[in-house]
C-alpha cells in the first residue's frame, strides 16, 4: 500500500499562483510515476500532469506553460507550481501514484480561482 498525503491548494485570484505538494509513503518501488489529476464539479476527472521518477513529465494541453510538475526523489513527493492561474482552473486537484502493485490516490485538495 501507499499513502499519500497533498497539501497547498487553497482560494487565489486569477493571474496567481499556489504550489501542490503530495508526499507518499509506504511500500515504494523504484519505478513510478506520480501526477497531478483534478475534477470540476459536473466534469469528469482529467490529468493534469505526471512525472516519471527518471524524470519524463507530461501535462495536459490546457496547462502547458503554466505549470510545473517536478518530484524530490529522496523524500518521494511531488511538486506542482501552478502559475497564471485561471478560473477555469478551479477544481478538486488529486494526487496519482502509479507503481506496479497499483494506482493509488490521494484525498484531494481544493484550488479556487477568482476572476
Known amino acids: 500500500q501507499v499513502q499519500l498525503v497533498e497539501s497547498g491548494g487553497g482560494l487565489v485570484q486569477a493571474g496567481g499562483s499556489l504550489r501542490l505538494s503530495c508526499a507518499a509513503s509506504?511500500?515504494?518501488?523504484?519505478?513510478?510515476?506520480m501526477g497531478w489529476s483534478r475534477q470540476a464539479p459536473g466534469k469528469q476527472r482529467e490529468l493534469v500532469a505526471a512525472?516519471?521518477?527518471?524524470?519524463?513529465?507530461n501535462y495536459a494541453d490546457s496547462v502547458k506553460g503554466r505549470f510545473t510538475i517536478s518530484r524530490d526523489i529522496a523524500q518521494n513527493t511531488a511538486y506542482l507550481l501552478m502559475n497564471s492561474l485561471k478560473p477555469e482552473d478551479t477544481a478538486v486537484y488529486y494526487c496519482?501514484?502509479?507503481?506496479?502493485?497499483?494506482?493509488?490516490w490521494g484525498q484531494g485538495t481544493q484550488v479556487t480561482v477568482s476572476s
Open positions: 496519482n501514484f502509479r507503481q506496479f502493485s497499483g494506482d493509488y
Open positions: 512525472i516519471t521518477r527518471s524524470g519524463a513529465t
Open positions: 509506504g511500500n515504494i518501488f523504484s519505478f513510478n510515476t
